[in-house]
């Protein structure tokens, strides 16, 4: 179900159809790098993945991770981008990772644009916040392009890694 567009995207729901393509993108090297090793390595992995992840985000919050997919590819899906909202952070949390071979072409920019615009039109949210990696200066020149500010840095997972924290009231 498309929940946007823009001019050379559509985003839409991810279902379990995208299996496929959600395993090719969990296992690119910047997924493994910067998001970490979620142990989806095959197909069926990825599809319960998508139900207990994502489908469940959609039907408990109203939002979660959305596939981008280019018009003028005949809508292939080229990454995710989206909402959550995690137990151990103040705000709910915008991310994005896209397929190496679109890095930046501007997609991620404009994918992030316009979550953005629906997380205040249409989620209500009044503050958005983002975490990354001190090491993705890809992800960090993003957030800053979008007006997204460096607030602090913070260890929120059990791994006790230190993250940088961003947020952008809406």
Request: some cysteine; glycine content about 8%; hydrophobic content about 35%.
């Amino acid at each position: 179900m498309q929940i946007a567009e823009t001019n050379r995207l559509t985003l839409s729901k991810i279902n379990t159809d995208d299996a496929a393509f959600i395993l090719e993108l969990m296992n690119t090297p910047g997924w493994l790098k910067f998001i970490g090793d979620r142990n989806i390595k095959t197909v069926e992995s990825a599809v319960d993945y998508i139900k207990n992840n994502q489908l469940k985000c959609y039907e408990k919050l109203g939002f979660g991770y959305y596939k981008m997919q280019v018009k003028s590819e005949e809508l292939k899906s080229i990454g995710t981008c989206g909402l959550l909202k995690r137990d151990n952070l103040e705000h709910v949390d915008i991310g994005f990772s896209i397929l190496p071979e679109y890095h930046g072409k501007g997609y991620g920019y404009e994918a992030v644009n316009e979550i953005m615009k629906l997380a205040k039109t249409e989620f209500g949210i009044k503050t958005i916040c983002a975490i990354t990696l001190p090491t993705n200066q890809s992800s960090i020149n993003l957030l800053k392009k979008l007006g997204v500010s460096y607030q602090k840095t913070v260890k929120p997972f059990d791994d006790n890694e230190e993250l940088l924290l961003f947020a952008k009231n809406l």
